[in-house]
């Protein structure tokens, strides 16, 4: 009897336990690839922080040898994961018999833009040479600089109630405080290069200025603001202010005021003009201005009399009603001011018995 001939069984691939494997794999992929980029990033943090340490370090070496001793006492570096933070629980300059100091300091940089830091600044600051000292406080100072690789590129500083007390610089206490200060510092964009320009622009709101009150004789707070460019401003290093603004004027460096614009009260003046320094480091250069509400003003400096409301009425200073629907009158424009030999000028007429003096 023939035997019957068993096949063996042919078995088939288990794929079940590949496609497991696999499934896996894209199960956990993204958070291996997580975990990396979070290392990764870690290692790079640390870089930056000591790289930023290390060029504080090398910046407070390069000032030392310049005169300038910087301290920070405690200072510390964090902001991890996206952030650096410098941090001084305060912070002193001293140069020679000057010396200044603040309170805490904090500089900010996000790390995927580290050419633009904020600074929030604390006070109380003191500034001294030792004869003339100024105490200065606010609710809130910040700083914003702006740079690039050629060089900075903004810097700008905004303060919330600043209020500043100098002694030793006048008979009696000169106090200066506003609601708020703004200032603006950038390169122009048009000048720069050839001429060193720089535009600035200088802004208060409701400023109390003591002296200015008695000169005028009127309480009510004053709004300023200012925009000006300076050429052959590149070049300042640090050094003496003297020394900084001989060079500024032996670069034949000037200032243009684009606009000055003071608002006390009634009272309204806004002027344009070109100024610097001649030989004899005196202010030379011409002012242009305009003016309404300056007849009080005016009878006070002449006394009340009769020419002072002749001179009001010459300038275009006499009383007059407002413009309907405005609460200011419009600008009268005053004769052209003219700073020249020491000399001040009204239009054709010198101011007798004034002279400027050399500004250093």
Avoid at 309 to 324: D, F, I, T, V
Wanted: proline fraction near 7%.
């Amino acid at each position: 009897m023939a035997q019957a001939t068993i096949e063996p069984e042919t078995r088939q691939p288990d794929t079940r336990s590949s496609e497991t494997r696999h499934s896996r794999f894209w199960l956990y992929a993204p958070f291996v690839l997580l975990l990396l980029v979070a290392i990764a990033w870690s290692v790079a943090w640390f870089v930056i922080r000591n790289r930023t340490s290390d060029a504080l370090d090398a910046m407070l070496a390069n000032e030392a040898r310049a005169g300038r001793q910087w301290a920070c006492a405690d200072r510390t570096i964090g902001g991890f994961p996206f952030r650096i933070e410098v941090i001084c629980p305060s912070l002193t300059l001293q140069r020679g018999e000057a010396s200044a100091s603040f309170g805490r300091v904090e500089a900010v940089a996000q790390v995927y833009q580290p050419r633009h830091v904020i600074t929030e600044v604390s006070g109380p600051l003191r500034v001294t040479d030792g004869s003339t000292t100024v105490d200065g406080t606010w609710r809130l100072l910040e700083t914003s600089v702006r740079s690039s690789p050629a060089g900075f590129e903004r810097i700008s500083l905004v303060a919330e109630e600043p209020n500043l007390k100098i002694t030793g610089a006048a008979p009696s206490e000169i106090a200066l405080a506003s609601q708020g200060l703004e200032a603006h510092l950038r390169p122009n964009p048009a000048r720069a290069q050839a001429e060193g320009a720089y535009d600035a622009a200088f802004s208060a709101r409701q400023a109390r200025l003591p002296g200015l009150d008695a000169f005028i004789g009127s309480p009510e707070p004053t709004d300023i603001q200012i925009d000006l460019t300076a050429t052959q401003a590149q070049g300042f290093r640090g050094r003496p202010i003297v020394t900084e603004v001989e060079r500024w004027r032996a670069a034949s460096g000037k200032i243009e005021v684009l606009r000055l614009a003071a608002t006390k009260g009634e009272r309204r003046i806004e002027a344009k003009g070109e100024l610097s320094l001649d030989e004899a480091h005196r202010p030379v250069g011409q002012i242009q201005a305009g003016a309404a509400g300056l007849d009080t003003l005016i009878n006070k400096l002449t006394g009340g009399q009769g020419g002072g409301n002749l001179l009001s009425a010459l300038l275009g200073q006499s009383p007059r009603p407002k413009a309907a629907g405005t609460d200011q009158s419009n600008l009268s424009p005053l004769p052209p001011l003219r700073l020249d030999n020491g000399r001040i000028l009204l239009g054709p007429f010198a101011v007798p018995g004034l002279r400027l003096p050399a500004l250093y």
